[in-house]
T-cell receptor, first 117, second 114 residues
Framework: DTAVSQTPKYLVTQMGNDKSIKCEQN?????MYWYKQDSKKFLKIMFS???????INETVPNRFSPKSPDKAHLNLHINSLELGDSAVYFC????????????????FGSGTQLSVL | AQKITQTQPGMFVQEKEAVTLDCTYD???????LFWYKQPSSGEMIFLIY????DEQNATEGRYSLNFQKARKSANLVISASQLGDSAMYFC???????????WGAGTKLIIKP
């Protein structure tokens, strides 16, 4: 019944490895996001997809590659992990209608705590 | 310039007291929305309350209310009768109709003391 689910919840890995985080939403939303939350709790948007199309791609190293096989899924693949990638990564979704009402809230997954050793 | 400013990095409040968490924003849009989210130590982000720029009444949701002062561009969250479970990070965010991305503040860490 979870609206936005992401796996895994914890990910501990060595520098240089490649890893993926998966996200699925069952809310029927058109738009999905990846956010990074650093150790100071600041939330930074990384990517946004609308109906499988990339619409926001903030200044993120190209080691990070989002993939959206369908509008209910947005996965994040990270190549050559670095120490500075350690953070909590949140997936989120919203229903962003063409009328663009300002009250569209984000629904978040529970986060993936990534620790790079 | 910061679009969303939360000036209180941390706050300690005695249980059962009311709490006001500050949020000021900067926009030239006439139409925008303001959100508050709670992040407890377990990590999930929980939506609390929303205020639209055209809403004439301050939003309320249970013990949460939003003190919206449009001319001052502030949207403070008020928690009445605080409880230990209110200890968490609180984030203010804004959605402008022109930009449409949610813009986040840096958060306030609230600790409720027994």
């Amino acid at each position: 019944d979870t609206a936005v689910s992401q796996t895994p919840k914890y990910l501990v890995t060595q520098m240089g490895n490649d890893k993926s985080i998966k996200c699925e939403q069952n809310l029927g939303h058109d738009t999905m996001y990846w956010y990074k939350q650093d150790s100071k709790k600041f939330l930074k948007i990384m990517f946004s997809y609308n109906n499988k199309e990339l619409i926001i791609n903030e200044t993120v190293p190209n080691r990070f590659s989002p993939k959206s096989p369908d509008k209910a899924h947005l996965n994040l693949h990270i190549n050559s992990l670095e120490l500075g990638d350690s953070a909590v990564y949140f997936c989120a979704s919203s229903q962003e209608r063409t009328s663009r009402p300002t009250n569209e809230k984000l629904f978040f997954g529970s986060g993936t705590q990534l620790s790079v050793l | 310039a910061q679009k969303i400013t939360q000036t209180q990095p941390g706050m300690f409040v005695q249980e059962k007291e009311a709490v006001t968490l500050d949020c000021t924003y900067d926009t030239s849009d006439q139409s925008y929305g303001l959100f508050w989210y709670k992040q407890p130590s377990s990590g999930e982000m929980i939506f609390l309350i929303y205020q639209g720029s055209y809403d004439e009444q301050n939003a309320t949701e249970g013990r949460y209310s939003l003190n919206f002062q449009k001319a001052r561009k502030s949207a403070n969250l008020v928690i009445s009768a605080s409880q230990l479970g209110d200890s968490a990070m609180y984030f203010c965010a804004m959605r402008e109709v022109s930009n449409y991305q949610l813009i986040w503040g840096a958060g306030t860490k609230l600790i409720i003391k027994p």
